[in-house]
């Protein structure tokens, strides 16, 4: 699975956009890039996936750069409930098995 | 909606001592998995496991270590004799059928603590 780099640390203000940036400049035409997030040493919880296409659900947007190098999560409206670890992952295949290999992530603080 | 279910919460032993960490897989999902997270560090694989067998596991998974479906419903890490550095959040996962999206649901973790 390809290498991500996500900076160690974000500050955002809340009602604001949050929009934490990953880099994976080795991904294969076949990796996904996923999101999860850990709240306060909870489990980690799945946000949104993609490959190419930008994507959105009812938590995230995921942007992918044309070439694929690089993806933003965007929490559109943060909360304080929102401050947590957020995990870049780059796995093969949306349909294979496998284990998840986490990085250190980015912190995000959003604050009052 | 479903969950992954981890019991206890909080698990405290005295070194040498066998522990066994409990979880309810989400009801429909055949791939389970175990993760570990030491105080301030990564959440690191522990195991896969898929149709009764193991799939993958990783270094950390030595002979200490052992995972069992003992019946439809639970997954269970047993740990043969604890060392003090095996203290760290266990995290039971699992997802749906191959073929379906790559989505690991996670539970709230057991906290092991080793003395």
């Known amino acids: 699975d390809a290498k991500t780099t996500q900076p160690p640390s974000m500050d955002c203000a809340e009602g604001r956009a949050a929009n934490l940036p990953c880099n994976h400049s080795?991904?294969?035409?076949?990796?996904?890039v996923y999101w999860y997030r850990q709240i306060h040493s909870q489990g980690p919880q799945y946000i949104i996936h993609g490959l190419k296409n930008n994507e959105t659900n009812e938590m995230a947007s995921l942007i992918i750069t044309e070439d694929r190098k690089s993806s933003t999560l965007i929490l559109p409206h943060a909360t304080l409930r929102d401050t947590a670890v957020y995990y870049c992952i780059v796995r093969v295949g949306e349909g294979s098995q496998g284990n998840l290999i986490f990085g250190k992530g980015t912190k995000l603080s959003v604050k009052p | 909606e479903p969950e992954v279910t981890q019991t206890p919460s909080h698990q405290v032993t005295q070194m040498g001592q066998e522990v066994i960490l409990r979880c309810v897989p989400i009801s429909n999902h055949l791939y389970f998995y175990w993760y570990r997270q030491i105080l301030g560090q990564k959440v690191e694989f522990l195991v896969s496991f898929y149709n009764n067998e193991i799939s993958e596991k990783s270094e950390i998974f030595d002979d200490q270590f052992s995972v069992e479906r003992p019946d439809g419903s639970n997954f269970t890490l047993k740990i043969r004799s604890t060392k003090l550095e095996d203290s760290a959040m266990y995290f039971c996962a699992s997802h749906p059928m191959a073929g379906r999206r790559n989505i690991q649901y996670f539970g709230a973790g057991t906290r092991l603590s080793v003395l």
């Open positions: 080795t991904i294969s035409g076949n990796e996904y």
